[in-house]
């Protein structure tokens, strides 16, 4: 999925702009193909009329899920099992098997041990090497994020922010839920701004940079809670890098937002819609009903490719129903 | 003070009707008697109704989540915390002694609320 036109062994005619105007044009429904290059995200076509390019060769290639709620059994999505192993369907049916998984929150929908220990075997059947959680408020709801780390303590620090290397990317997990005050946004809090602080010295800022995150790192609606209450100290810290991707879920729907070098984007649920910010006519964030046939079609699951050396990163969002 | 966590335990009308009889049939001496004085908190539409509530000491206050989605009644001085409220969990808590205590929800924190408990 890189970007022909930055690629010189790549076709000289490039169909992606036309692709792109006709995406743009009806984009609801169908997967689209984003390409960041210099932390300008371009739509480089839809794929309903086939399966997406293959990603070149030496990209990794990794997929992001969120938000599957497992517990959740309510009118909006009563089976929210069904919809993450169709999902998993989805995964194992890519042309490129995914280095690994990225699972951006609110895991479980009560933080119920059962709920942790269904979801964990679940994700268990996702045939990667690795799947990567981080904590949702619905994962933190009783103890903290004691009863999630019971399950998902990522490197058995007892912590639940961390960072890996791999295919030459600079990968960080952080918890975004907790740290509020009464009547604010959630925040990542001194002792996790420290830690990103140190852990980001000793990177190279042209590496790329993955930061997972539940909430949104940008304040998309305050009233509904949709930001982070001190993730301007974060963006100050990840502003020098070269290319930087933020990934979050908790609105399950797409967003994109970019800040100079640092693109961020929203996922889709695996469990129901919310309505879109602020929505007229609502007033809360609370699960949206829809017709039976219409809800695969806002649930879905994200494919992420980064080729070394390019600081492209392409992004296709995908429904469960196209 | 005494601390309580209830999934419906009890009716939600038999608090209101006991009121309702008091009010209307019964002098308020033999009402404090019969029980002790209790008043409901409905948590809708990512909010606390009423948000704001003034009560005499001794009363007991339940909190139902009429939402999908769960929240929780978590005091800011750590006096009261519910567990995580699923639709139509209630949780209650008896106001002993006089003061201001806020409260909110720890998975949405801008939802807030606050129980004055003053003699009357």
């Known amino acids: ?322 | 003070m005494t601390r309580a966590f209830a999934r419906n335990t009890t009716h939600p009308l038999r608090a209101g009707l006991a009121l309702v009889f008091c009010a209307a049939f019964v002098t308020p001496a033999i009402c404090a008697a019969a029980a002790p004085p209790a008043t409901t908190v409905d948590i809708k539409k990512f909010a606390y109704a009423p948000k704001e509530i003034t009560v005499a000491p001794g009363t007991k206050i339940t909190w139902t989540n009429r939402d999908e989605t769960p929240h929780t009644v978590t005091s800011t001085d750590k006096s009261f915390a519910s567990k995580g409220l699923d639709t139509d969990d209630k949780f209650e808590h008896t106001f002993a002694s006089e003061g201001n205590f806020s409260y909110a929800c720890t998975l949405h924190p801008f939802m807030t609320g606050i129980v004055h408990v003053r003699k009357q």
């Open chain 1, 1 to 322: 999925m890189s970007a022909n036109d930055h690629d010189p062994s790549g076709p000289r005619h490039n169909p992606a702009r036309r692709q792109a105007l006709s995406c743009l044009a009806a984009w609801t429904g169908s997967a689209v193909v984003w390409t960041v290059a210099g932390g300008v995200p371009r739509a480089l076509g839809a794929t309903g009329e086939g399966p997406p390019a293959a990603a070149a060769k030496n990209a990794l290639t990794f997929v992001q899920i969120s938000d599957t709620h497992i517990g959740f059994h309510k009118e909006a999505n009563p089976d929210v099992v069904g919809s993450l192993r169709r999902a998993i369907a989805d995964i194992h049916g890519l042309p490129q098997t995914p280095a690994f998984v990225v699972h951006t929150g609110d895991v479980s929908h009560l933080s119920k041990p059962e709920e942790f220990a269904q979801a964990r075997d679940l994700l268990k059947e996702i045939r990667v090497d690795r799947v990567h959680t981080i904590p949702g408020e619905h994962d933190t709801i009783d103890e903290g994020v004691t009863g999630y780390l019971k399950f998902f303590d990522h490197d058995g620090k007892g912590k639940s922010w961390y960072s890996f290397d791999q295919g030459g990317v600079h990968f960080i997990g952080l918890n975004n839920v907790l740290n509020f005050k009464m009547g604010t946004l959630a925040a990542l809090g001194d002792e996790q701004i420290g830690w990103l602080k140190g852990d980001l010295a000793s990177v190279s800022h042209s590496m790329p940079i993955v930061v997972l995150g539940h909430i949104p790192l940008w304040t998309v609606w305050e009233p509904w809670g949709w930001g982070t209450a001190d993730s301007a100290q974060a963006m100050a810290l990840l502003r020098p890098f070269g290319s930087v991707t933020v990934l979050n879920g908790h609105i399950h729907q797409v967003l994109q937002k970019v800040e100079g070098n640092i693109a961020l984007h929203t996922a889709r649920s695996l469990a129901y819609p919310l309505p879109t910010p602020g929505q007229a006519g609502i007033g809360e964030p609370g699960p949206v009903k829809v017709p039976a046939g219409e809800l695969g079609k806002l649930l879905g699951t994200r494919q992420l490719s980064i080729v070394p050396g390019h600081h492209d990163l392409a992004l296709i969002d995908k429904p469960l129903d196209a």
